[in-house]
C-alpha cells in the first residue's frame, strides 16, 4: 500500500489524475470506476482535460437496488452526469438496479468483469469501511451479490435523497474478490467522517469486519488521504 497525503480533495483529485494519465501511457483500457462524493474532484479533473476516452470500457461497483438510471439519486445517473455525458466512453456498465432477476443480473456482471479484466480501480470508503457496498462482515471470496445495507451505511447516504426512508435497503455490488482482482487500485478519503476507516483500512488488523483492510494484503493499491481523513494515522 502506497500512503499520499493531500492537502484536501481538490489536490487528491488532481493526483489521482496524474496516476490516472500515467496508467493510460501504461496500456489502461478497463476502468472500474466509483460514485458518491469522493471521486467527483477526480471526474471534474477528467473532464476538464484533453484525453481521449473513446476506447476505454468502465465498469461501475455498483447501483441500488429499485432505482433505473433515470432516477437522479441511481449510480448510473450520477456517472452520466459526472463522466460519461462529457466524456464519452467505448463501453460504459454500472449494474442496473431494475434489473427483473437479481440473481441472474449479478451473474452476468460477474460475467462481464471477467470478459474485460480491471486494469485500474477507483475505490472510495464508507465510513463504516465498505468498499463499493461490501459491508462489515462481508466474505472476501464473494463476487458480484445483492447487499442489504447497513443502517450506517442507509444514514450516511441519506444526505442524497429527500428522507432517509426515501434511501433502498438493497443494492448490487461487486464483490470483493472481484474488487481485488483489479490489476491497480487507488482508493480516495476525504474528511474527518473518514478518519477512522482510513486508520482501520491503513493501520488496524486485516478483518472483514472492516472490509477495506483487505488492501493492506496488497502492494498494488495507493490510497489519497485529505489531512482531516489521515488525522488519526500515526505518521
Ligand atoms: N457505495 C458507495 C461507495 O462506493 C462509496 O465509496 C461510499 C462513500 O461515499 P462518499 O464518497 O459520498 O463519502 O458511499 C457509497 O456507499
Redesign the pocket.
Known amino acids: 500500500m502506497k500512503i499520499i497525503k493531500v492537502k484536501d480533495p481538490q489536490e487528491g483529485g488532481k493526483v489521482a489524475f496524474e496516476l490516472f494519465k500515467e496508467a493510460l501511457l501504461k496500456g489502461t483500457k478497463v476502468l472500474g470506476l466509483?460514485?458518491?462524493?469522493?471521486?467527483v474532484s477526480f471526474y471534474n479533473e477528467v473532464t476538464r482535460s484533453n484525453l481521449d476516452l473513446s476506447d476505454l470500457t468502465s465498469i461501475n461497483?455498483?447501483e441500488y437496488v429499485g432505482l433505473d438510471g433515470t432516477s437522479d439519486q441511481s449510480y448510473r445517473y450520477f456517472m452520466q452526469k459526472h463522466l460519461f455525458d462529457k466524456k464519452p466512453f467505448k463501453e460504459t456498465y454500472v449494474p442496473n438496479g431494475k434489473a427483473t432477476n437479481l440473481n441472474e443480473f449479478v451473474k452476468e456482471y460477474d460475467k462481464i468483469i471477467d470478459e474485460h479484466p480491471i486494469d485500474w480501480q477507483v475505490?472510495?470508503?464508507?465510513?463504516n469501511g465498505?468498499?463499493?457496498?461490501n459491508e462489515p462482515g462481508t466474505p472476501t471470496t464473494i463476487t458480484t451479490h445483492v447487499v442489504n445495507l447497513a443502517e450506517s451505511?442507509i444514514k450516511?447516504?441519506a444526505r442524497m435523497f429527500e428522507n432517509e426512508s426515501d434511501v433502498p435497503r438493497q443494492?448490487i455490488?461487486m464483490g470483493i474478490a472481484s474488487i481485488m482482482k483489479s490489476k491497480q487500485l487507488v482508493v480516495m478519503a476525504w474528511g474527518v467522517e473518514?478518519a477512522d476507516a482510513v486508520k482501520g483500512m491503513i493501520e488496524g488488523p486485516v478483518t472483514i469486519e472492516l472490509p477495506a483492510s483487505i488492501l493492506q494484503t496488497r502492494d498494488n493499491v495507493t490510497v489519497i488521504v485529505d489531512e482531516a481523513a489521515a488525522s488519526k494515522l500515526s505518521k
Not at 465498505?130 to 457496498?133: A, D, M, S
Open positions: 466509483a460514485t458518491g462524493s469522493t471521486p461497483l455498483d475505490l472510495g470508503l464508507g465510513q465498505h468498499i463499493g457496498f451505511t450516511a447516504n443494492a455490488s473518514k
